[in-house]
């Protein structure tokens, strides 16, 4: 199957190439089509912008009154979180949410084609306040969580630690990249060294550098957390929806 | 605030109208529930055999401000908000200068005595439970608090980057509101 799409699109590519480079006639653009035909062009889900439809789950003003917006104060400002900020009200940092919203169109995009492609999804949250809500959130949308104490090599010492060959994840969500109000969460570090793409959520005071897809926003609100949690859900439950679809039809 | 004024206009409004559809109004039979708070059922009564003389009369003003007041708020729900505006009638800006302003907050965890209060901030406030009223402070209570300082956070000697407590230092005034059912004081 798969095969076959990258043959079609290969034809595709040499068909428009040789269009515009020679100054040959239509002619012989007509005689191609029909080899197409005789070919199923099947579009996969990757050819599309936004095939899940991620962009619907939310607006500019959902995010706003999840209170995303809100930042630390001046004080505790990362130099590199500066290109998200809107601006400073007496000292404390605001986030320009239409940033934030492309950030987060983007992780929820990622996160539904890795749900779809049958994926493991990790979830971590450090945050205490929050840590049974992203544990709920995981369950039911039959991923995985971690909001405990992290020990050092899970992920690069995992086949010895776990005492057996052990899958690591395909995508880790990170909805609170610290550890503590000092440390950034071990595991972003090792999910850039396992090549496992993370999203994160950086507050003002985080480090966006080692994560893949980050989305600046609060991230210490229990209201913020809950939407991020529901969205992300919402993104899992399409991807695999349109999973099961697929499987189904090609059963049959 | 917004929406209070609205509710206020709304309800001026409403008073108006009431007073002036008993005489004019075709559709008398919606209004006899809603004016039941308003006017005696007697004057009602004798209006109702006037109403279908007016049917064929053009809308006048009472009906267009009829129509206008019924949909004015159905607008405000499809309208595409930027950020910017959004922010700007927001009520972090309205508050000014955060430190001692009176704010309303809502306790949502009880530890013994101690009080997590939220008041729409990013971060709670922790108060301990006063001894006047004690006992009607529990999750869900609506409280008046006075902030202090929006965020507990500050650069200790020798640090490069703030220590921050994640919350915010309030002084607790009173109650609001409060679930708890207190029995007939005599």
């Keep these: 199957m798969l095969c076959r799409n990258i043959k079609n699109r290969y034809i595709n590519y040499a068909v428009t190439v040789f269009r515009y480079n020679s100054t040959a006639s239509q002619v012989i653009l007509e005689t191609l089509p029909e080899r197409d035909d005789a070919v199923e062009k099947k579009k996969s889900p990757l050819d599309y912008p936004d095939y899940f439809k991620v962009h619907d789950l939310f607006t500019v003003k959902d995010l706003f009154d999840a209170r995303v917006h809100f930042g630390h104060k001046e004080g505790s400002l990362n130099d590199y979180m500066r290109p998200y900020l809107y601006g400073s009200r007496l000292g404390h940092l605001i986030f320009d949410l239409d940033i934030t919203a492309e950030h987060l169109r983007k992780a929820l995009n990622v996160t539904a084609h890795i749900a779809y492609r049958g994926g493991i999804i990790c979830f971590f949250n450090r945050n205490a306040l929050n840590a049974h809500l992203v544990e709920n959130t995981a369950k039911e949308c039959g991923e995985y969580a971690h909001t405990r104490f992290w020990r050092g090599g899970i992920f690069t010492n995992a086949n010895h630690q776990f005492g057996a060959v052990t899958r690591l994840p395909d995508l880790c969500i990170f909805l609170n990249t610290q550890n503590n109000i000092l440390n950034q969460h071990t595991a972003v570090r090792d999910s850039a060294k396992m090549l496992i793409p993370t999203i994160g959520i950086v507050d003002s005071n985080c480090n966006p550098n080692l994560i893949t897809y980050p989305i600046p926003g609060n991230d210490d609100t229990p209201s913020a957390i809950q939407l991020y949690c529901e969205l992300f859900k919402q993104a899992i439950k399409r991807g695999k929806e349109e999973r099961m679809r697929f499987l189904q039809e090609n059963d049959n | ?186």
């Design chain 2, 1 to 186: 605030m917004y929406h209070a004024r609205l509710m206020l206009r709304n309800a001026n409004c409403l008073s108006n109208i009431i007073e002036g559809a008993i005489y004019r109004h075709a559709n008398l039979s919606s209004l006899v529930v809603k004016s039941k708070n308003f006017s005696s059922t007697s004057d009602i009564k004798t209006h109702q055999e006037n109403a279908p003389l007016e049917e064929s009369e053009r809308a006048g003003g009472f009906a267009k401000a009829y129509e206008k007041q019924s949909h004015i708020l159905d607008s405000q729900e499809n309208e595409n908000h930027t950020f910017a505006s959004l922010l700007r009638n927001s009520k972090l800006i309205d508050l000014g200068d955060p430190v001692g302003k009176v704010v309303i907050g809502k306790i949502f965890h009880v530890v013994q005595d101690d009080l997590y209060i939220d008041f729409g901030w990013k971060f709670h406030c922790v108060c301990t439970r006063p001894t006047n009223r004690g006992d009607e402070y529990v999750r869900g209570t609506r409280v008046r608090i006075q902030i202090n300082d929006l965020e507990l956070s500050s650069r200790f000697l020798g640090s490069s980057s703030d220590l921050t407590l994640l919350e915010a230092d309030c002084k607790l005034l009173g109650i609001v509101s409060t679930p708890v059912r207190t029995s007939a004081k005599v």
